[in-house]
């Protein structure tokens, strides 16, 4: 044990037998589910920066998106042109997490991707 380990044991130790951890809330209860546990050790700093700082990845805004739109299709008429539109970005959405599950880069390219996304947003009458 490193005298920086020693020295913090010691100082927990007094503060214990000085009473400073009675009382804590949440004392007696598990400890918060780890949320960066699959996270590779020297990436956890920066996770947890990012996840402080309100960046969510792209692929939960995605599945928030999709709940999103099912939600609205539940409540649209179906034949409706709304709710057209809205299927076909449920469609490419879930496309694009299926790719990225996939490993693939399929619509990393933004020019791609665009491309896509405008075709399959587009209005369904036929462009002459």
Same mark, same amino acid.
């Given at each position: 044990?490193?005298?920086?380990?020693?020295?913090?044991?010691?100082?927990?130790?007094?503060?214990?037998?000085?009473?400073?951890?009675?009382?804590?809330?949440?004392?007696?209860?598990?400890?918060?589910?780890?949320?960066?546990?699959?996270?590779?050790?020297?990436?956890?700093?920066?996770?947890?920066?990012?996840?402080?700082?309100?960046?969510?990845?792209?692929?939960?805004?995605?599945?928030?998106? =999709?709940?999103? =739109?099912?939600?609205?299709?539940?409540?649209?008429?179906?034949?409706?042109?709304?709710?057209?539109?809205? $299927?076909?970005?449920? %469609?490419?959405?879930? +496309? %694009?997490?299926?790719? +990225? $599950? %996939?490993?693939?880069?399929?619509?990393?390219?933004?020019?791609?991707?665009?491309?896509?996304?405008?075709?399959? +947003?587009?209005?369904?009458?036929?462009?002459?």
């Amino acid at each position: 044990m490193s005298l920086l380990d020693r020295l913090a044991d010691a100082h927990i130790e007094a503060a214990a037998e000085r009473g400073e951890f009675d009382n804590l809330e949440g004392a007696g209860k598990p400890l918060p589910r780890d949320d960066a546990r699959d996270v590779p050790p020297e990436l956890r700093a920066g996770y947890r920066l990012l996840k402080n700082a309100g960046y969510v990845p792209p692929e939960i805004e995605a599945w928030r998106e =999709i709940r999103d =739109i099912e939600d609205l299709l539940r409540s649209a008429r179906s034949d409706d042109d709304p709710a057209q539109r809205l $299927r076909r970005r449920l %469609r490419w959405l879930e +496309t %694009r997490l299926r790719e +990225t $599950r %996939r490993g693939r880069a399929l619509l990393a390219d933004p020019h791609y991707a665009n491309a896509v996304r405008d075709r399959l +947003t587009q209005d369904s009458d036929p462009k002459p």
